[in-house]
């Protein structure tokens, strides 16, 4: 990939993004190969299979493959620079890792600068090895911190239920999944209260209380 787009003599960098970069459509700056631009970003999008660690940075800019522009390139390249300078690390998955499941839970409130919506994201682990991870933006327009973080949490609730089921293939039976969740706001939504603001397929996750326990991470580790 790096032979691929010229970049196999780039400098390296230790992040796949800035914290500090902004992504708009930037009508100012100047349009670039958009079937370049989708190349690079279909090329890194085969590569989050196995890289973690790039899939919000990817996601983000794959969004701007329609017109993209110097400041979305930009950002992608660092992306590429960040797989050169990282080739050695990967995911380790020590033999004998125990089964017990966790999903973390996690958004980013209205950090789309377009359209102002948020980013879920989810990862899971059993044992020690991360096994299923995504970031996705949502497709409604959260008000408060706590409705992203309430969304997100559902997204980890699908993806336990569908884990769960995956792993009966192996004769594996779970009887619980934590998910973890670091929103009081959003853990007590789940547990007490419904609002009618939020879209009603993300009360899934409170119609499989039986299904899948939730813990706060920082907040409330006492609850379940």
């Keep these: 990939m790096l032979k691929k787009f010229r970049l196999e003599d780039s400098k390296p960098t230790k992040t796949p993004m800035s914290t500090e970069i902004k992504l708009t459509k930037d ?58 300078g990282t080739t050695h690390l990967g995911l380790w998955y020590p033999k004998g890792t125990g089964v017990e499941t966790i999903a973390y839970a996690d958004s980013d409130h209205a950090g ?8 879920s994201g989810v990862c899971m682990f059993m044992g020690c090895c991360l096994t299923s991870w995504f970031a996705k933006k949502q497709t409604a327009l959260a008000i408060s911190t706590t ?15 569908w884990m769960k089921q995956a792993l009966i293939d192996y004769d594996i039976r779970l009887d619980d999944v934590l998910i973890m969740c670091d ?4 853990i007590d939504l789940i547990q007490h ?32």
């Design 183 to 186: 929103n009081k706001g959003a």
């Design 27 to 84: 009508d100012e700056a100047d349009s670039v190969d958009s079937s370049k631009y989708r190349g690079i970003i279909g090329s890194l999008l085969y590569l989050t299979a196995s890289r973690p660690d790039i899939m919000f940075s990817v996601c983000l800019c794959a969004r701007f493959q329609e017109n993209p522009k110097t400041t979305h390139l930009k950002a992608v390249k660092r992306t590429i620079r960040h797989v050169r």
């Design 147 to 161: 409705e992203a973080e309430y969304v997100s949490a559902g997204k980890a609730c699908q993806q336990a239920l």
């Design 112 to 119: 789309n600068y377009v359209d102002r919506k948020s980013t």
């Design 193 to 224: 209260s419904r609002t009618k603001r939020i879209e009603i397929r993300h009360h899934f996750l409170r119609d499989n209380p039986k299904k899948a326990t939730f813990l706060s991470r920082k907040l409330h580790p006492e609850i379940k």
